[in-house]
């Protein structure tokens, strides 16, 4: 099952924040995050493995409530090249890996 | 680290003809790997997961005799569009599995007239 992620789609100014949420209907053990610029293929950006994990990546940074089956990606003072579709997704046996629908992130000037 | 390289990055095809594209993890070594089809405004939908050494195992809906998978090492990997019609025209990914995190390719943009 898909993990579902909102907004569907966001719009920011440079240095504006945004956070993108990713809720799953069954017991996740990890969560990981990617992002993909238009054409190219998606770049890896963080996994949080423990519930309650938070973790950061420059001004990029995510939260993990295992018991809620949710985590939040958090995006704070925005610059342009944070635009981006992001995807969440959780590992399945044999690491495969189910994308959530993604969220289209543009950040104007 | 964790590069991972395919070709070729466009192809453009006449319907019937196959088509493979290559997967390669460049500075290091994995075990499985995945290939994935996205369609245009649309999320990575997993076609397959191929571990070397075996057969690879296909998502329900994809067909394994049109989409061939040849995981010859730990390091290389090929999916051939058999047959290929203008509906597999689409944006194929490969991917590779290590220690938990999975690294991708720059993806492959089919376009079968």
């Known amino acids: 099952q898909q993990p579902v992620q909102s907004p569907q789609a966001v719009i920011l100014r440079e240095g504006e924040d945004a956070v993108i949420n990713c809720s799953s209907s069954?017991?996740?053990?990890?969560v990981h995050w990617y992002r993909q610029k238009h054409g190219e293929a998606p770049v890896f950006l963080m996994i949080?493995?423990?519930?309650?994990e938070q973790k950061g990546h420059e001004k990029i940074s995510a939260s993990f409530n295992e018991k809620k089956q949710q985590s939040s990606l958090y995006l704070t003072a925005s610059q342009l090249s944070y635009s981006g579709t992001y995807f969440c997704?959780?590992?399945?046996?044999?690491?495969?890996?189910?994308f959530g629908q993604g969220t289209e992130l543009s950040v104007k000037p | 680290g964790a590069v991972v390289s395919q070709h070729p990055s466009w192809v453009i095809c006449k319907s019937g003809t196959s088509v493979k594209i290559e997967c390669r993890s460049l500075?290091?070594?994995?075990?499985?790997m995945f290939w994935y089809r996205q369609f245009p405004k649309q999320s990575l939908m997993l076609m397959a997961t191929?571990?070397?050494?075996?057969?690879?195992?296909?998502e329900q809906g994809v067909e394994k005799d049109k989409f061939l998978i040849n995981h010859a090492s730990l390091t290389l990997s090929t999916l051939t569009v058999t047959s290929a019609h203008p509906e597999d025209s689409s944006f194929y990914i490969c991917?590779?599995?290590?220690?938990?995190?999975?690294?991708f390719g720059p993806g492959t943009r089919l376009l079968v007239l």
């Open positions: 949080l493995l423990k519930g309650g």
């Open positions: 500075d290091f070594q994995a075990t499985t």
């Open positions: 069954k017991a996740l053990y990890s």
């Open positions: 191929s571990n070397e050494g075996s057969k690879a195992t296909y």
């Open positions: 991917s590779w599995l290590l220690q938990e995190t999975q690294y």
């Open positions: 997704g959780h590992l399945e046996q044999g690491g495969k890996l189910i």
